[in-house]
């Protein structure tokens, strides 16, 4: 699929923006602070329904305004989709789509897209919540229902940890709280598909993983993934909080794990006043060499790996997608690369149906990448299509 055309009404720093674009690579070029990002935001927007950079919409409406608008034109093969959100200051947000209202959650059907951003260096390096958000996000635009079921997950989530809170309140005995077990039973019916859709989701991106970081890297550091499961015993946010490894029920399925561990570790929850284990509380270790990235691979090969991450993932949308490709975003992503790895990267996307780079400033960007080139000053588009000879597209 491509972004045919793209209209913003009070996103961020535009008042208002009308943008053609076309298949193939475009870049946006303009100095810092002038609405490069916040432009290709709003189209992973309509993919995730989130913002790689805040959670919450409140930051996406520019000051001052009621509403943001973002309006796309988007193509797929021969038809064309209009779809359209609006984010409200106040109230819930609203979609169309061919100026029809569906729900806001359907929008990732429809729309697609892999964002690389220099923040994806927190894949390897960083804490747990960024490589779950990774997964989960790429789960929610192959399989949107998802979406409905990590929200049902956090609600319950939200209530069994207040009710453990007030439990531990009242210093209600851990056989008390018969209450509880009517939460455990959907947290562990909600929380069971999460983790067997992640796990089956990390084993469908190894070989993609693989295959991209030869790509990038030109050689064999046999990159993996590797599942961290609290309802196994492993904690990656505190590990004096694991289960005795020894304890855990082997080749049992998720559900009677995930059971069992919470049976096992409620003494511990009503003394924390949390939810213990669960795919909230899940990891997933990346290995290099087989041994783990975090804390071993160089800057280069942490970024070669994060990228890796980003390739394999639009790897794994446009191969059983209906839509067709995923619309690859690489918003100042070459700044941060050496110049073998900006060409190497440059050659693994050339592939896909439409790439939007954006930079500070051209020379960062590949030539290849350089067909077509769009300035943004201070929230506008101060022209529209330029080729690279310079002269105007009609
Ligand atoms: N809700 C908002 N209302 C008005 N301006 C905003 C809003 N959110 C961000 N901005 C402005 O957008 C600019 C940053 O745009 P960004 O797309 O991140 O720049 P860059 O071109 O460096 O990628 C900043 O000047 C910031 O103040
Ligand atoms: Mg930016």
Excluded: C
Aim: a negative charge; proline letters at 4%; aromatic letters at 4%.
């Amino acid at each position: 699929m491509h972004v045919a055309r793209l209209s913003l009404t009070d996103y961020r720093n535009y008042a208002r923006a009308e943008l053609d674009l076309g298949p193939g690579a475009t870049v946006l070029v303009g100095r810092n602070g002038q609405g490069k990002t916040n432009l290709v935001e709003a189209i992973g927007y309509l993919a995730t329904l989130g913002s790689h950079r805040v959670t919450g919409d409140q930051a996406l409406i520019r000051a001052g305004a009621d509403a943001a608008i973002v309006r796309a034109l988007l193509t797929h093969g021969d038809r064309e989709l209009l779809v359209e959100l609006q984010l409200n200051r106040q109230g819930a947000n609203r979609a169309q789509l061919n100026r029809s209202p569906v729900k806001t959650r359907e929008l990732p059907r429809y729309a697609h897209s892999v964002l690389f951003a220099p923040e994806d260096l927190a894949i390897v390096r960083g804490e747990p919540s960024v490589r779950r958000r990774m997964l989960d996000e790429l789960l929610v635009q192959r399989t949107p229902r998802l979406a409905g079921v990590m929200a049902d997950y956090e609600r319950v989530l939200r209530q069994r940890n207040s009710l453990l809170k007030s439990a531990r309140a009242r210093g209600l005995a851990a056989d008390k709280l018969t209450t509880l077990d009517i939460w455990d039973e959907r947290l562990v019916a909600l929380g069971s598909e999460l983790i067997d859709q992640r796990l089956a989701l990390m084993a469908e991106l190894a070989d993609p993983l693989a295959a991209a970081y030869r790509s990038i890297v030109d050689a064999d550091h046999a990159p993996g993934l590797r599942p961290v499961l609290s309802i196994d015993g492993a904690d990656p946010d505190d590990e004096r909080d694991g289960l005795e490894v020894a304890e855990r029920p082997d080749g049992a399925d998720t559900r009677t794990r995930f059971t069992e561990a919470l049976r096992l570790l409620r003494p511990k929850e009503l003394e924390r006043g949390v939810t213990l284990a669960g795919p909230h509380r899940d990891d997933v270790v990346l290995l290099l060499n087989a041994m783990p990235a975090k804390g071993y691979a160089s800057h280069g090969e942490s970024w070669s790996f994060a990228l890796s991450l980003r390739l394999a993932s639009a790897e794994l949308l446009r191969r059983d997608s209906t839509t067709g490709d995923p619309v690859l975003v690489l918003d100042d992503v070459f700044a941060e690369l050496d110049r073998l790895r900006r060409e190497r990267l440059a050659v693994a996307i050339a592939g896909f149906e439409q790439v939007l780079v954006t930079a500070a400033v051209l020379e960062d960007v590949p030539e290849p990448l350089i067909a077509r080139v769009v300035h943004i000053e201070a929230g506008e588009i101060v022209d529209g299509l330029v080729t690279a000879s310079g002269a105007a597209d009609a």
